[in-house]
């Protein structure tokens, strides 16, 4: 392994971007910049964080060209050997497990998971969908002052329920799974239990009667750790429904019972995420720009062009990580077989050899080439049901006058680019807002 280069003044900076607490004011884009241009592929430390243990250290993948490269390249760097998290499973146990998801899957198995599952994501079903997710957007406004990321974070949950076969009693379980996984670094977070018992299923019961008791340092990814969310997914996959429920289909189309649970995590938690993180922060851009926000108000045909830059601009997910499966080299940098290779998505969507002024919000920017749902064999099978769930919330929001009624708070968190809260105040505009723009599809 590299040695750590702790004495000098850029080894103290580049290890801010592991430390979750790094990003609780901010992404650290001065920091992307720097590294971007002294050492675009580097060397990080992982220390002791809290009740995590230290960890060996990985190559940080900072310029869009180079984390396009990695991402379309499983042969040199595996989803499988390690999974995609920079913190390493805490047994061999836990890596086994996490390896039959197919998040954490390479060519072939990965494909043949995702054939399984793209008919739920084609642009087809999508369009189906459409219609019902922009009367569900349209009803989470009211006039008053409300905390955005809880009104937010309903539309993807009540979509995910609606394509899962989840019973709208159970949504809220989606809601606190989610945020045990994507908030663990955060102490709101991390034992968030907001369901309530009396109001769920019989299976909804069930699954909180299975909830662990975890002890601090516990992995939320493990198995151990999920037993209620796996819980509920058997019982709901043998819960007759209306049709047949993805998951339902999902467990006849021959998945193992490990390839089973950890698509219902994949489905619960990261299908989750991109919206509940990516809608308050696109909002909040906006509201930070306000130019840019009176000039899709005056030109409604730039909401597609405008819901790109709002995702190169706030990437939900900061980074992902790879393994090497043999000693090469990047950027200059030798890479051994076994370490771990980590790309900040973050950092390519600012880089100024693809995106012109990269700091600048244009909702007008075309081409906008980032890189915020992947790329390569693992380029996010929900971008197409994302991009509909943007598009339904920020064409309502045109229809409101939207002011800050507070300050955000952000998600401590060196994965997710999240807000906690968004207190914002809600007045409604006239109706011929939309006037001249297309209706919702």
Same mark, same amino acid.
């Given at each position: ?198 109001? +769920? ?73 991109? +919206? ?86 244009? +909702? ?46 952000? +998600? ?30």
């Amino acid at each position: 392994m590299p040695a750590m280069n702790d004495g000098h003044p850029a080894g103290r900076s580049a290890v801010e971007i592991f430390t979750p607490s790094t990003y609780d004011t901010a992404v650290p884009y001065d920091l992307f910049a720097r590294l971007r241009a002294e050492s675009p592929v580097r060397w990080i430390p992982e220390p002791p964080i809290g009740p995590w243990r230290e960890g060996p250290g990985f190559w940080a993948v900072f310029r869009h060209a180079d984390v396009k490269h990695v991402l379309r390249t499983p042969e040199d760097f595996s989803s499988h050997l390690g999974a995609t998290q920079i913190r390493d499973p805490d047994t061999p146990a836990d890596l086994r497990f996490v390896q039959d998801q197919m998040l954490n899957m390479d060519p072939p198995d990965h494909s043949r998971l995702r054939r399984i599952v793209a008919a739920a994501f084609t642009p087809r079903a999508v369009r189906a969908l459409e219609r019902t997710i922009a009367e569900r957007a349209a009803a989470l406004f009211e006039a008053g002052e409300c905390d955005f990321v809880e009104v937010a974070a309903d539309l993807p949950v009540w979509t995910l329920a609606h394509v899962m076969g989840v019973p709208a009693q159970d949504r809220r379980l989606l809601y606190d799974w989610a945020s045990r996984v994507i908030g663990y670094q955060d102490d709101d977070y991390a034992g968030l239990s907001t369901a309530d018992a009396e109001s +769920l299923t019989p299976m909804g019961r069930l699954a909180l009667a299975a909830r662990p008791e975890l002890g601090p340092g516990v992995n939320p990814r493990s198995r151990a750790a999920l037993a209620d969310m796996f819980a509920y997914a058997h019982a709901l996959a043998r819960t007759p429904v209306d049709g047949e429920s993805v998951m339902a289909a999902m467990r006849k189309a021959g998945l193992t019972e490990a390839e089973f649970e950890n698509m219902f995590f994949l489905f619960a938690v990261a299908g989750n995420e991109t +919206l509940r993180n990516g809608i308050p922060g696109g909002l909040l851009t906006l509201l930070q720009h306000p130019a840019e926000l009176a000039r899709l108000r005056a030109d409604p045909s730039l909401l597609d062009s405008a819901i790109e830059e709002m995702l190169r601009f706030w990437p939900p997910v900061m980074h992902f990580r790879r393994t090497a499966t043999r000693d090469l080299t990047l950027a200059g940098q030798t890479i051994r077989a076994g370490d771990k290779v980590v790309v900040y998505h973050a950092s390519a969507n600012r880089d100024p050899s693809v995106f012109p002024d990269p700091d600048r919000f244009d +909702l007008g920017r075309t081409p906008n080439d980032h890189v915020t749902f992947g790329f390569g064999p693992h380029f996010c099978l929900g971008a197409h049901l994302a991009r509909a769930q943007f598009r339904t919330v920020f064409r309502e929001l045109q229809t409101w006058d939207v002011e800050l009624a507070g300050s955000p708070r952000r +998600l401590t968190s060196n994965f997710q680019n999240g807000l906690k809260h968004l207190p914002v105040r809600l007045r409604r505009r006239g109706r011929n807002a939309w006037k001249g723009a297309a209706p919702p599809a």
